[in-house]
């Protein structure tokens, strides 16, 4: 299986702080969980597999391209999707427009870019909002039109930082077959604190603690560490839970 | 096909310019310029047009349509338009910061430095539409209207690549200083930039040129005169300001080698142009002693003296022809009296007029208080005597006897003997008296034009043939009137 992420050994520091720490991960075609308590490098991991800034140290292969030169970052970014945590917008754009605006800015063919647009907000069950400005949007879909901007292009490589933040248990029902679906041709990494998102979504899920990950495997090999564990509503809970105590101690 | 030869293929793929027309639709209609540019748009045209040709209050109005005049008035809409332009831009410019989306697009695949530029186009073309609408609302009723000249694309240049550069300027500062204080704040510095320049005191010099509405009021380039050069040196401060501050985006935003070449073009560019203009003095200056003049001739019609306009006026001849002889009428036939009135440039100095003819420089009904005084003071003939010294007494004086009265050079003590005759041609004409001081050895005015204006007709008119021409040669004082 041709692995679509490849991390060796990378890292990054904020100042003096080490935020990732000598992580090593190759994921390859699926739906990817990446697990940790606040703080633990998730979002600093997924801004590094987006782009979005460079490692410190390591080497870096996404998609086969080489994202420190300029040429093959380019290339690289129109097979990316990324929904950050903190999801900005332009509140007088419509949702039409700003899905439109992220298709364009990753230099998808013009042809394509209206019927993929639609698409895309279809699948986030917004298709009745998409004229509406989104300053008359919820929070919940706001997030919705996010992740609309983030597959819009039939992303290769989707990055998704707490999706599932804001959305009802409707919605995350349907964003979990969603990004199974997605899962099904590329890779989707999904950073959340919601472990059943995991359960019901990943085929494979990676525990970070404090800029390292202390665990790797399917789910139900995260729920296998938690028997005997009594700290956590559910079994992969349990796991979660189980794993953070081992390494921490 | 292996896995670099799919990797090299879509490095080579690039799909931007297809992106172009998409982005710029987006960020030019939910932009706040294109909102707004319907009111900037109306306001520009009200400022420009009844500052111009809408308005009786403006003391210049004439009621004809002048290319020079509608060209600089597109210019100078620069001081509306370019700190709105500015502010937006600004505006604009910080709204990824603001609005906590800089993240997301920086993972997009168009570079930065060209999504920078393409936001700056969106906030800049509407301002562009703005100012080319306004070259049309005023442009077209002057091009049907006008009976002379062409229009001075140099001016319009000239305020279309200042409205750029503040366009851009607020858009740097927006970029680097992303604040929401930064948009008023620079809408209001390049206001009062713009201003600054326009009173600077020395009108030889070339400070005024960092202004693009420089010299607004002094109306230098007239139908009588050719218009300055375009001021290359504007056009070069400007333009080469506008590319540095985009580029300064541009290295910023991660395209640091164009961004730099770029700068290394434009900043020595507005240097240029900056020196340029510091050393060239004002074009828009104006000098009559320098200024060519246009050949032209005059429009002229009959009365009971003929009165000739520039041919930009000849729409006015009419209306001009009935004041000036509503004005003449007591001294048509009287010995040494103008038989001609002729439309002279404002600024014309004493040598350029023509001995035995009187002279007016506003049209229309306005003409009246021109060739009233015209009528009874022979310039030429008295610029002759004061500089050859031929006549004892005769010293030109820039000083306004008894205050008000014409706004040109006179000479005492013969200016008061002419400026009662002329204020009875005035008033008995209908026209308002100029205001009049009270202080030093001002004569009652008031006393001698009532009586002047008392005398019997026929006496008064004897006294016109005998002393016309000397009281028009300026050899006639206040003691010598009836």
Known sequence: MGMNVRAAGISRRFGRTEVLADVNLSVGTGVFGLLGPNGAGKTTLLRTLATAIEPSAGSLRLLGFDPSDPGERRALRRSLGYLPQSLGYYPNFTVFEFVEYFALLKEMPKGEVGPAVARAIDRVGLGGRAKSKMKTLSGGMIRRVGIAQAIVNEPTLLLLDEPTAGLDPEQRVSFRALVRDLGEKGTVVVSTHLVEDVGAACTEVALMDAGAIVFRGTPEELTRRGEGQTVGDSPLERGYVSVLSGTRT | ?482
């Not at chain 2, 297809?18 to 520009?44: D, H, N, Q």
């Not at chain 2, 050719?226 to 935003?253: K, N, T, Y």
């Not at chain 2, 003929?306 to 000849?314: D, G, I, L, R, W």
Request: charged residues 15%; aromatic residues 10%.
């Open chain 2, 1 to 482: 096909m292996n896995v670099n030869a799919n990797v090299n293929a879509a490095v080579k793929e690039t799909r931007e310019p297809r992106a172009f027309p998409g982005l710029l639709r987006i960020e030019t209609r939910r932009g706040v310029a294109l909102l707004l540019s319907p009111f900037i748009l109306a306001a520009a045209w009200w400022m420009a047009w009844y500052g111009t040709y809408g308005s009786m209050i403006e003391p210049g109005f004439s009621g004809a349509y002048i290319w020079e005049e509608t060209s600089r008035v597109v210019k100078d809409s620069i001081l509306t338009t370019g700190p709105l332009a500015a502010g937006i831009a600004a505006w604009v410019a910080g709204r990824n910061r603001r609005r906590g989306v800089g993240d997301l697009l920086s993972t997009t695949a168009l570079p930065g430095a060209r999504r920078e530029l393409f936001t700056w186009t969106g906030a800049a073309l509407p301002f562009v539409g703005i100012y080319l609408g306004l070259v049309v609302l005023l442009g077209v009723p002057t091009a049907i209207n006008a009976t002379w000249g062409t229009p001075i694309f140099g001016y319009i240049l000239v305020g279309l690549v200042a409205l750029l550069w503040d366009s851009a300027l607020g858009f740097a500062a927006g970029y680097w200083l992303p604040s929401r204080f930064t948009a008023p704040l620079v809408a209001v510095a390049l206001y009062v930039a713009h201003l600054l320049p326009m009173g600077a005191s020395d009108y030889d010099s070339g400070v005024g040129l960092l202004s693009p509405a420089a010299y607004s009021n002094m109306s230098g380039a007239d139908v009588f005169h050719e218009a300055p050069p375009i001021a290359a040196q504007q056009i070069m401060l400007f333009g080469g300001l506008a590319a540095a501050a985009l580029a300064s985006v541009a290295v910023r935003a991660g395209a640091r080698r164009a961004g730099r070449i770029s700068l290394t073009v434009a900043l020595p560019v507005a240097a240029g142009g900056l020196v340029a203009a510091l050393m060239s003095g004002n074009p828009y200056g104006f000098n009559a002693a320098e200024a060519e003049p246009v050949p032209f001739e005059y429009v002229c019609e009959g009365g009971g003296i003929t009165v000739c306009v520039h041919p930009a006026y000849s729409k006015l001849l009419p209306e001009t022809t009935t004041a000036v002889n509503r004005v003449a009428e007591p001294l048509v036939g009287v010995i040494g009296a103008p038989t001609r009135a002729v439309q002279i440039d404002h600024y014309m100095t004493p040598k350029d007029f023509e001995k035995g003819t009187a002279t007016f420089g506003y049209v229309g009904d306005e003409a009246k208080f021109d060739v009233a005084y015209s009528l009874v003071a022979d310039e030429a003939t008295m610029e002759e005597l004061a500089s050859t010294g031929k006549e004892e007494g005769f010293t030109k004086e820039d000083v306004r006897v008894c205050g008000g009265s014409p706004p040109r050079r006179f000479f005492s003590p013969s200016y008061e003997a002419q400026s009662v005759v002329g204020d009875w041609l005035l008033a008995r004409s209908g026209g308002k008296l100029p205001p009049r001081g009270s202080t030093g050895d001002c004569p009652n005015a008031e006393d001698l034009i009532e009586g002047f204006a008392a005398l019997d007709p026929a006496e008064r008119r004897a006294w016109l043939d005998e002393n016309l021409a000397d009281l028009r040669a300026g050899r006639v004082s206040l003691d010598d009137l009836p």
